[in-house]
């Protein structure tokens, strides 16, 4: 997956130079755990980040892990970390795996929001993610799964 290693480095970059931190302030920061050669390294995709170091790393850029992942997978897939409005309706037509797992997603969505009487449901960003993942396939290839049951993707 070099595409999102490509893309949690530029989010870890991205992330460093918002804390106005240098590669070597970063070393200095993390007494020496994080060398400036491998932070680079990481930076542009071209060595692997564990979770445990991507968890320090970004406590000593002073960022949280998850935003600089949820950073990363957008820059992976914009189109499925926006809003998706859903139009349950035309969602409970289609019968494939992928239309299952996302109307039994939104029906627990919909008991955690207490909307019981609603045709739409918005689901926030990144839940196509772990939906896809369910149904055992991508995230734009869910999209095109239930496509016509979109209502709208992105803000209003």
């Known amino acids: 997956m070099k ?15 918002q804390s106005h931190l240098t590669l070597r ?3 200095l920061r993390s007494g020496g755990r994080f060398k400036p050669s491998a932070v680079g390294a990481y930076e ?3 060595r692997d980040l564990s979770v445990e ?6 406590r000593v ?7 600089l992942v949820t950073d990363a997978l957008h820059r992976v897939s914009p189109r499925t970390h926006e809003e998706v409005v ?22 627990m969505v919909q008991i ?8 739409v449901i918005t689901l926030r960003a990144g839940d196509l993610d772990v939906l896809a993942g369910e149904a055992g396939i991508d995230a734009p290839s869910l999209l095109r799964t239930i496509e016509h049951a979109i209502v709208r ?4």
């Open 3 to 17: 595409g999102f290693a490509v893309a949690l480095g530029t989010a870890i970059r991205h992330a460093r130079k």
């Open 25 to 27: 302030d970063v070393e």
């Open 44 to 46: 542009r995709g071209e």
């Open 53 to 58: 170091r991507l968890v320090g790393l970004a």
């Open 61 to 67: 850029i002073g960022k949280p892990p998850q935003e």
């Open 86 to 107: 859903i139009d349950l309706r035309q969602l409970s037509q289609e019968h494939g795996p992928a239309a299952v797992a996302v109307g039994e997603w939104s029906r």
């Open 112 to 119: 955690r929001r207490r909307d019981f009487l609603g045709d």
């Open 153 to 156: 993707v992105g803000p209003d």
